[in-house]
């Protein structure tokens, strides 16, 4: 029996944009765009109709602003919501807005004529929608595309070196490798939160449009005893600090005697995405051995999983987010699949289990 299509609704009052996105869109055979609107009135009119699976929303609308909308729809008919703005960092904290206020995720708009940009960004743009189907919502004739070719982490970094080598000798402090996607957010928020000032020094891989990381580290660094930071190139891995991977970049973790710290560099996807948590893992595999601990949390897709399953048999501490507790259950459980993660834990424990596992 053939899947039924994924129903899409656009919010956006571009129509040029409303077009492109539906062009981008229904290049998958999984996705169907069932109606377009200018405005959320328009919208909820045709919602009255026929609920969809998911909806992309513009954040930015004349009579109705997307969060506005956004908090209406999440209390009278929870759907799906990616957010969908051409805004940069200067209205990166809108978009934050709207995460706490329900949406699942945040796509940039397509840039109308440039090729490069919409090759790679359609996959994303179709990635996040199918991502957003799957998700918990909580209250509060179209051309097909070959797919483009998936690429693995030895896009960006050999494999990393047998267990043993001098690369995995101790040493004192510890370095934490955490990776997330659709609803990883306010998971990551939870976990970073919990924990004390003088944690082991972390990095993060959090799938994120290019200039959003930024706003999202300071929101962070705002709520938390840690410090955290969108990471820059050779910045120091130090304790009571967390470095947030940039959007748009990879980042890898090195050493430099017993110091860690992390490399931002371009490339290309790795798992369709950029930055990609298969990158950073099996950095920290090569690089870092036993002294580093794994974590992957919710997220649509695999990315991660291999990456971790190489931390772990380079003799780091690895763990995974059960179903319970994930917004969406696919990294994590292609992770717990390939038999990556020594311990499954629902998000509340996930502090507790990192301390513990970084405890010497």
């Not at 972390?202 to 929101?219: D, G, K, L, N, S």
């Not at 992390?262 to 996807?269: A, E, F, N, Q």
């Amino acid at each position: 029996m053939v899947a039924p299509k994924i129903r899409v609704m656009i919010i956006d009052d571009s129509a040029s944009v409303r077009q492109t996105l539906k062009t981008i869109l229904e290049e998958d055979p999984e996705l169907e765009v069932v109606a377009t609107a200018a405005d959320p009135f328009a919208a909820a009119r045709h919602i009255q109709e026929q609920v969809p699976d998911v909806i992309t929303l513009d954040v930015e609308m004349p009579r109705m602003d997307g969060i506005t909308f956004l908090r209406k729809l999440m209390q009278q008919c929870p759907v799906p919501v990616v957010m969908c703005s051409s805004l940069t960092e200067v209205g990166s904290e809108t978009l934050l807005e709207a995460l706490q206020a329900g949406a699942v995720d945040v796509i940039l708009k397509p840039r109308l004529g440039v090729a490069d940009h919409l090759s790679e960004i359609r996959l994303m743009i179709r990635d996040t929608v199918k991502a957003a189907a799957r998700a918990r919502v909580r209250p509060g004739g179209p051309r097909v595309l070959a797919p483009e070719p998936k690429l693995t982490a030895d896009a960006v970094l050999p494999p990393p070196a047998p267990v043993g080598s001098k690369a995995m000798s101790r040493t004192t402090e510890m370095v934490v490798c955490i990776g997330a996607s659709t609803g990883g957010t306010e998971a990551l928020r939870e976990v970073l939160e919990a924990l004390p000032a003088n944690s082991p020094g972390i990095v993060v891989v959090q799938h994120m449009p290019e200039h959003f990381t930024r706003a999202f580290a300071r929101r962070l660094d705002g709520l938390c005893e840690v410090s955290v930071k969108e990471a820059e190139n050779g910045d120091t891995v130090m304790r009571g600090h967390v470095l947030i991977a940039p959007g748009g970049k990879h980042t890898l973790l090195e050493r430099q005697g017993a110091r860690y710290l992390v490399s931002v560099r371009d490339g290309p996807l790795v798992s369709r995405h950029r930055p990609s948590v298969d990158v950073l893992f099996r950095s920290a595999a090569r690089c870092a051995g036993s002294n580093a601990v794994g974590i992957i949390m919710t997220g649509m897709g695999d990315d991660g999983a291999r990456g971790l399953l190489e931390m772990r048999q380079a003799g780091a501490r690895t763990i995974a987010q059960d179903e319970a507790s994930s917004i969406v259950f696919g990294m994590p459980k292609e992770a717990i699949a390939l038999g990556a993660a020594d311990r499954v834990v629902a998000l509340a424990a996930i502090a507790h289990e990192l301390r513990h596992a970084t405890a010497r």
